[in-house]
T-cell receptor, first 116, second 109 residues
Framework: DTGVSQDPRHKITKRGQNVTFRCDPI?????LYWYRQTLGQGPEFLTY????????KSRLLSDRFSAERPKGSFSTLEIQRTEQGDSAMYLC??????????????FGPGTRLTVL | GQNIDQPTEMTATEGAIVQINCTYQ??????LFWYQQHAGEAPTFLSY??LDGLEEKGRFSSFLSRSKGYSYLLLKELQMKDSASYLC??????????WGAGTKLIIKP
């Protein structure tokens, strides 16, 4: 059982550069979530997919953020023209919402982004 | 708006019992989760409550009162490895998880 994996684990970039993160969910999970977490705060919802369809996107998410899940398996999160305020841990989680299930989300190790 | 409140930090002694409270105001309710998060790591699932009452799982128990918008996580026989942040999250009417900021639990010998 490989669990949820994320790549890279750490990313340091200069302000204004574009960055892309990858998430590989647990293989049989149809739901995939992206969160952002800063120190001392809980995860902040960014967006989620059911299979390849992006069903919800946070209103707080600027147009610089985009996510894809082209074949309903792995997902990518891209941040364009990064700003220092984008520095955070980016968490991916997956779940399998079955009838009567409670949608336990399994988290990956996260990608820590530092924007200089 | 949607709001989840937890204490920022708590301290307890190894071997003791601690109760971490969580109050919530959300648009709808489809269940409440508790997650544990060690520093620098991802959250891991501890418990889920959707009906009123107490759910017990080993040293950890979680309680829910939907009428009061209140839950608590009870940790017994505390061990040093229980030092972590404990996150309360509510599954709202849109089936989104709304997260609290977490309670940092410090265990002292």
């Amino acid at each position: 059982d490989t669990g949820v994996s994320q790549d890279p684990r750490h990313k340091i970039t200069k302000r204004g550069q574009n960055v892309t993160f990858r998430c590989d969910p647990i293989s049989e999970h149809n739901r995939l979530y992206w969160y952002r977490q800063t120190l001392g705060q809980g995860p902040e919802f960014l967006t989620y997919f059911q299979n390849e369809a992006q069903l919800e996107k946070s209103r707080l998410l600027s147009d610089r953020f985009s996510a894809e899940r082209p074949k309903g398996s792995f997902s990518t999160l891209e941040i364009q023209r990064t700003e220092q305020g984008d520095s955070a841990m980016y968490l991916c989680a997956s779940s399998s919402l079955l009838a009567g299930d409670y949608n336990e989300q399994f988290f990956g190790p996260g990608t820590r982004l530092t924007v200089l | 708006g949607q709001n989840i409140d937890q204490p920022t930090e708590m301290t307890a002694t190894e071997g003791a019992i601690v109760q971490i409270n969580c109050t919530y105001q959300t648009s709808g309710f489809n269940g409440l989760f508790w997650y544990q998060q060690h520093a620098g790591e991802a959250p891991t699932f501890l418990s889920y409550n959707v009906l009123d009452g107490l759910e017990e799982k080993g040293r950890f128990s979680s309680f829910l009162s939907r009428s009061k918008g209140y839950s608590y996580l009870l940790l017994k026989e505390l061990q040093m490895k229980d030092s972590a942040s404990y996150l309360c999250a509510v599954w709202d009417s849109n089936y989104q998880l709304i997260w609290g900021a977490g309670t940092k639990l410090i265990i002292k010998p």
